[in-house]
């Protein structure tokens, strides 16, 4: 008896199974095309005004270790929407902020979530790898995505609707062998960077063979793992053994400053040229400001700068958090202002535009023919006159900053 | 049909409980009954169920403590990524290419786990424990350094960076070091996962019921008396470890083709404790706790979004109470009680409709 039921129960979900595989591939291949169709089926009410309750998501690391990116995201653009939303009451925007701990697997069932939440559009994620497995997803969906700070090139590889506000890896890695060739900084150049880090590796990798074409000379290459990351002596003692006067850090912050410490203790000063990862060391609990005098680092974004945006977004911040933004935030904040400045573009030139119940895969459409329509450009905290590819790649000038006095001041 | 209800024997429940799981959720999802979040866990949460099976059989049936599941887990994830990359064009159809890459995957786990056996089993307690744990962390940092490449003449590898694998202009990056794979094709499915995961219970199940599997726990329960009965310790705990290793690869290589990415940090300790945990928490030796506990904590996080940043507080919580619960003389005193009146009830109304 049992057997005969055991049976019947693989027989019944084996037929089950066949019939749906069948039904469930129809609907992928129809949502990747009803874009164009959508497009001329928006309403125009004629006043070229923004309307309606856009469905925003975030998705970012809020908890784990990479916890200090994600909040900074969420805060910043929690007081973005803020702003947008007390201009008027025609146009909302409903922020949604999910966790992924940092991680590709939790990333993508945050992003599921949120399309529970009827989500309209993303701004995310916050980190690289997760970026990379949801922006896979969206592209499928067609979810429209602006990342904030996912500087990886699969990112945006090959999906035409995930766009970045950050600059890539490469574009950080060939720019920083630019500068220092243009501006004649060092002869010999050591770098030390994270080999267990997708973020380090990304960089070096392009400024290897960046400084390789334009004849840097790269004496020395040393790396550190991920959890050892506390005695560089080794990789300093290499570095000075072969030279260098110029040592190259795409690192985070924190490993970066034991660098500088260790680097004086032994007598050695060469010139530390960093990344954007650097930005924050200034900020970094019991760390002396002094040591890290003279060095340079290429970021876009300064906490300390004079300019009216940043003077806002920095004490509208401090009031809420209690906290100086980190360059992150800057481009979260960037992201919401960008997507608003986008659909305003979009309401003027098609006589005003509803948001609200648009579905994911029309407004998709819809950003993406502003995005890459060759007239939009943004000013922004972290860089004037943004524009966008199509590759989805931001073009941007990137800000040299040298540390002076216990302060940011420009190279420029 | 007579090989198939002959291997499928013992522990049929467990293969009711994962048919019906299936079917129900096979229904939900053409009826469009399910939300986007629980369709998109489907995947993992099969994998989670292999991988606490096959823990089970290392920690509940061969009475080993392993720490280092995961490394298995990421031989079987990488191969099956690299395995699936390089059949890409000869086997266009995505269904045949995971069977290869699962294979695959599988075997070099196997064989990773049969090399790793040689030294790790001359131990035994907490020592063992100790160096899975170990040896989890070097294939992980292995997984760190290694880049694949291919291009029209076939594989490179290297261990330094993309550019010292000399591909032509054409080549691919497969795997890149520490930033793992990505932009990989995304071939698994849940229906795959189901058969996948019923012929991992047909082994394991038919492993236990055997006489070796008899041997592997007459050596669990007592090492001294089964020796001294003629049973090689050592062989029978290979074949228990060496299965669940294979095992585990087959479950990384699902895995690893259901993301477009994956880095090597995601298969740390962390990720060897989490299946653990599912093992404990299902009742070590029990299969079909295991399969129960493994599900249940995989959906878990992700329906207490709603408690927003507490949310792995609350997960913790949750767990020490079931381990409270189902430690409690009193609680499953209460909660077996409860069952039996259940069956009594139902068959009292099964007799009665006769």
């Known amino acids: 008896m049992k057997k005969k039921v055991l049976s019947l129960l693989l027989a019944g979900a084996m037929a089950l199974s066949l019939c749906a595989c069948g039904s469930s591939q129809a609907p992928a291949s129809t949502a990747a095309d009803n874009g164009t169709a959508a497009t001329e089926a928006t309403p125009a009410a004629g006043d070229g005004k923004l309307t309606g309750t856009l469905n925003m998501g975030v998705i970012g690391p809020l908890t784990g270790a990479a916890a200090i990116y994600g909040t900074c995201v969420a805060n910043s653009a929690q007081i973005a929407v803020e702003e947008i939303n007390a201009i008027s009451g025609d146009f909302q925007i409903a922020l949604n902020s999910q966790d992924d701990e940092h991680d590709a697997e939790k990333s993508v069932n945050a992003y599921h979530n949120l399309m529970d939440w009827n989500v309209q559009m993303i701004v995310g994620c916050v980190t690289t790898t997760p970026c990379i497995a949801v922006s896979a997803e969206a592209n499928s969906d067609r979810v429209f995505m602006l990342t904030p700070s996912a500087s990886g090139t699969a990112v945006t590889e090959g999906k035409d609707n995930v766009f970045q506000l950050c600059f890539s890896d490469p574009n950080q890695g060939s720019a920083s062998a630019q500068y220092i060739s243009d501006k004649k900084m060092g002869t010999k150049i050591a770098v030390i960077y994270n080999n267990g880090d997708a973020y380090s590796t990304g960089i070096y990798q392009t400024f290897a063979a960046k400084a390789a074409e334009l004849g840097l000379e790269i004496v020395s290459t040393t790396t550190f793992p991920d959890d050892n990351a506390t005695d560089f002596s080794v990789q300093l003692k290499e570095a000075k053994d072969a030279g260098a006067d110029l040592i190259f850090l795409p690192i985070y912050y924190t490993p970066a400053s034991l660098i500088l410490q260790q680097a004086s203790t032994m007598g050695y000063a060469p010139t530390f040229f960093g990344v954007d990862g650097m930005d924050g060391i200034l900020t970094l609990e019991g760390f002396d400001t002094s040591l890290a005098e003279g060095v340079i680092l290429l970021t876009p974004f300064v906490a300390d700068a004079k300019d009216d945006a940043t003077v806002n977004f920095v004490t509208k911040y401090q009031e809420k958090y209690g906290e100086i933004p980190n360059q992150f935030g800057a481009d979260a904040y960037d992201c919401v202002n960008v997507i608003y400045a986008a659909l305003q573009k979009y309401a003027a030139a098609n006589g005003g535009f509803d948001v609200t119940g648009v579905s994911y895969s029309e407004l998709c459409e819809i950003l993406i023919s502003v995005f890459t329509g060759g007239d939009f450009s943004v000013d922004g905290l972290t860089g004037e006159a943004m524009t966008w590819n199509a590759a989805g790649e931001v073009n941007k000038a990137p800000k040299g900053m040298i540390i002076q006095n216990g302060a940011y001041v420009s190279l420029d | ?354």
């Open chain 2, 1 to 354: 049909m007579k090989l198939l209800s002959k291997l499928t024997k013992n522990g049929y429940q467990n293969y009711i409980i994962v048919i019906l799981f299936f079917a129900v959720f096979q229904i939900l999802s053409s009826t469009g009954h399910i939300s986007n979040s629980l369709k998109g866990q489907l995947v993992p949460i099969v994998v989670y169920v292999i991988m606490a099976l096959s823990l089970n059989l290392v920690v509940g049936i061969s009475g080993e403590l392993s720490l280092g599941h995961a490394g298995f887990m990421s031989v079987g994830a990488f191969t099956g990524i690299i395995v699936s990359a390089t059949l890409q064009n000869s086997i266009p159809n995505g269904s045949i290419r995971l069977v290869f890459a699962i294979v695959i995957g599988a075997v070099f786990a196997g064989v990773i786990g049969f090399l790793i056996s040689v030294p790790v089993l001359r131990l035994n307690g907490d020592y063992l424990a100790i160096v899975t744990l170990a040896f989890g962390e070097i294939i992980k940092n292995l997984l760190n350094i290694t880049y694949v490449g291919l291009d029209s003449k076939g594989l490179h590898l290297s261990t330094k960076d993309i550019a010292s694998m000399n591909m032509k202009p054409d080549g691919i990056t497969i795997l890149n070091g520490p930033m793992g794979a990505l932009g990989t094709v995304k071939i698994s499915t849940f229906f795959s996962g189901i058969v996948l995961l019923l012929l991992v219970l047909i082994v394991i199940q038919n492993l236990v019921a055997s006489r070796c599997g008899r041997a592997i726990m007459a050596l669990r329960d007592n090492r001294i008396a089964g020796e001294a009965c003629g049973l090689s310790a050592t062989k029978y705990k290979m074949i228990a470890f060496v299965t669940s290793a294979a095992i585990a690869g087959s479950a990384g290589a699902l895995y690893g083709l259901n993301y477009s990415t994956l880095v090597p940090k995601k298969f740390d300790f962390n990720t060897s404790i989490l299946i653990l945990v599912f093992v404990v928490l299902g009742g070590i030796g029990n299969m079909t706790g295991s399969i129960i506990a493994a599900a249940l904590l995989t959906v878990l996080p992700e329906m207490l979004r709603t408690f927003r940043d507490y949310r792995m507080l609350v997960y913790a919580i949750v767990l020490i109470l079931v381990m409270i619960v189902t430690n409690n003389e009193k609680a499953r005193d209460a909660l077996t009680g409860l069952l039996r009146r259940f069956r009594k009830k139902s068959v009292k109304e099964g007799t009665a409709n006769e």
